[in-house]
């Protein structure tokens, strides 16, 4: 599904991203995990072209590495951003019809208004009220929701569960469960250890802008060096 090679990013003269190999398959939920600012978010962008990326990244076997960000969305990777970008001023449900792509109208794809409101009773009962006065938590869900109305084969999400409650955590989780049940490809970029090892299929632990180690939760569960080393603050 995606296949990055010898990736480098820069911001300015700051090279971040120093060389990172890694690979999602179809359906898979794999982890990116570290501290912050090693790059995790850098990644995403780098890959959805927010950033120029140096080096291959191919979806599906095409080269996107040069790609325009709303290119890369067309060709069915979707990104949500740990910044909850939604649009305050419009209404939840309007936020949602945002998500479409070009074309595609509710229903089209695997997922539907219907699905979200099902989904998530918050965002129903809100349905036609201003995001703005949306929860921090509710505006989570409706980003990923928005994200997943595009119908992506592929998703990145961002720090999904930074400052929410252990509900709505738990709501994430079941969502990030469900999106691979429908053969949704996910890239999670998790602080929290404990949903990530729970959740995922692989992880992936990155320091100072490379991946320094590759394997499954239960494999990184084994290694107490790099948890030390790399994750424990």
């Given at each position: 599904?995606?296949?990055?090679?010898?990736?480098?990013?820069?911001?300015?003269?700051?090279?971040i991203?120093?060389?990172?190999?890694?690979n999602v398959?179809?359906?898979?939920?794999?982890?990116?995990?570290?501290?912050?600012g090693?790059?995790r978010?850098?990644?995403?962008?780098?890959?959805?072209?927010?950033?120029?990326p140096?080096?291959?990244?191919?979806f599906?076997?095409?080269?996107?590495?040069?790609?325009?960000a709303?290119?890369?969305?067309?060709l069915?990777?979707?990104?949500?951003?740990?910044?909850?970008?939604?649009?305050?001023?419009?209404t939840t449900?309007?936020?949602?019809t945002?998500?479409?792509?070009p074309?595609?109208k509710?229903?089209?794809?695997?997922?539907s208004?219907?699905n979200m409101?099902?989904?998530f009773s918050?965002?129903?009962?809100?349905?036609?009220?201003?995001a703005?006065?949306?929860?921090?938590?509710?505006?989570?869900?409706?980003?990923?929701?928005?994200?997943?109305m595009?119908?992506p084969?592929?998703v990145?999400?961002d720090?999904?569960?930074?400052?929410?409650?252990?509900?709505?955590?738990q709501?994430?989780a079941d969502i990030?469960?469900?999106?691979a049940?429908?053969?949704?490809?996910?890239l999670l970029v998790?602080?929290?250890l404990?949903?990530?090892?729970?959740?995922?299929?692989?992880?992936?632990?990155?320091?100072h802008?490379?991946?320094?180690f590759e394997?499954?939760?239960d494999e990184?569960r084994?290694?107490?060096?790099?948890?030390?080393e790399?994750?424990?603050v």
């Amino acid at each position: 599904m995606l296949d990055v090679t010898n990736m480098h990013a820069y911001y300015g003269k700051s090279h971040i991203l120093q060389g990172v190999t890694m690979n999602v398959q179809e359906g898979e939920i794999v982890a990116l995990l570290g501290r912050n600012g090693v790059g995790r978010s850098t990644t995403c962008k780098a890959i959805m072209g927010e950033l120029e990326p140096k080096g291959s990244v191919r979806f599906k076997g095409q080269e996107i590495a040069g790609k325009k960000a709303y290119e890369i969305a067309n060709l069915g990777i979707g990104y949500v951003p740990e910044n909850r970008d939604i649009f305050p001023g419009l209404t939840t449900r309007q936020n949602l019809t945002l998500g479409l792509k070009p074309g595609q109208k509710d229903g089209m794809g695997r997922w539907s208004m219907q699905n979200m409101f099902d989904m998530f009773s918050n965002l129903k009962e809100r349905a036609d009220v201003e995001a703005s006065v949306l929860s921090g938590g509710e505006q989570q869900m409706l980003t990923m929701c928005r994200t997943l109305m595009g119908d992506p084969d592929f998703v990145m999400i961002d720090e999904p569960t930074e400052g929410l409650s252990p509900q709505m955590v738990q709501k994430v989780a079941d969502i990030l469960q469900e999106i691979a049940r429908r053969g949704i490809a996910t890239l999670l970029v998790e602080q929290k250890l404990s949903i990530a090892m729970d959740i995922a299929n692989r992880v992936y632990v990155m320091g100072h802008g490379q991946i320094v180690f590759e394997g499954t939760p239960d494999e990184l569960r084994r290694r107490e060096d790099v948890r030390k080393e790399w994750l424990e603050v």
